[in-house]
């Protein structure tokens, strides 16, 4: 079985510039998430996806980031413009159903906002 | 709001010792504890959880709802141990987010 995939694994920009990272799920899978991993801290959730609609996105700074799911497969996260404090790794996961402890993480993209 | 705390960044045993990862959290309904792990170069995995009671790879962790703890425990570490642990909460509004720790860095020496 495939596990989640997820591109680019590592992207330098400057400040103010824009970035998208993509993600392929565990397929069937209908829940999607994309984690913030700041150096030194645990996950936290950006934003949840059930198939493709948005079940939670209260910790999403709406104002430079996006994210969308369409056809419910295959998510792109979006940071525009990119602050210093945005350097982190952007973690994928995904799992079968709603509300399932385990989630299926990919392998992360690592930003580096000089 | 839910929150995990993890109280130590770094854990430092040697082989044979036994380990206890510290895990409190903070939460107003009946939650549902995780460990994850991530061992060097590899993904962020799940190692166990609460519900199943089970022992993977030696480890154990035991829900102290009094103490609002949930202590990840072997009794004699390997080298291959060493990893990144850390603990999960699923809850929120509608059950179903899953909050992580700060993490806890182990090394088991030789």
């Known amino acids: 079985e495939a596990g989640v995939a997820q591109s680019p694994r590592y992207k330098i920009i400057e400040k103010r510039q824009s970035v998208a990272f993509w993600c392929n799920p565990i397929?069937?899978?209908?829940?999607l998430y994309w984690y913030q991993q700041i150096l030194g801290q645990g996950p936290k959730l950006l934003i949840q996806?059930?198939?493709?609609?948005?079940?939670?996105d209260s910790q999403l700074p709406k104002d430079r980031f996006s994210a969308e799911r369409l056809k419910g497969v295959d998510s792109t996260l979006k940071i525009q413009p990119a602050k210093l404090e945005d350097s982190a790794v952007y973690l994928c996961?995904?799992?079968?159903?709603?509300?399932?402890?385990?989630?299926?993480f990919g392998e992360g993209s690592r930003l580096t906002v000089l | 709001a839910q929150r995990v705390t993890q109280p130590e960044k770094l854990l430092s045993v040697f082989k044979g010792a036994p380990v206890e990862l510290k895990c409190n959290y903070s939460?107003?309904?009946?939650?549902?504890l995780f460990w994850y792990v991530q061992y060097s170069r590899q993904r962020l995995q799940l190692l166990l959880r609460?519900?199943s009671r089970e022992s993977i790879k030696g480890f154990t962790a035991d829900l102290n709802k009094g103490e609002t703890s949930f202590h990840l425990k072997k009794p004699f570490a390997q080298e291959e141990d060493s990893a990144m642990y850390y603990c999960?909460?699923?809850?929120?509004?509608?059950?179903?987010?899953?909050?992580f720790g700060g993490g806890t860095r182990l090394m088991v020496k030789p």
């Open positions: 609460h519900i």
């Open positions: 939460y107003s309904g009946s939650p549902e």
């Open positions: 996961a995904s799992s079968l159903v709603r509300g399932a402890g385990e989630l299926f």
């Open positions: 397929s069937g899978h209908a829940t």
């Open positions: 996806f059930q198939n493709n609609g948005v079940v939670d």
């Open positions: 999960a909460l699923l809850g929120g509004n509608a059950g179903n987010m899953l909050t």
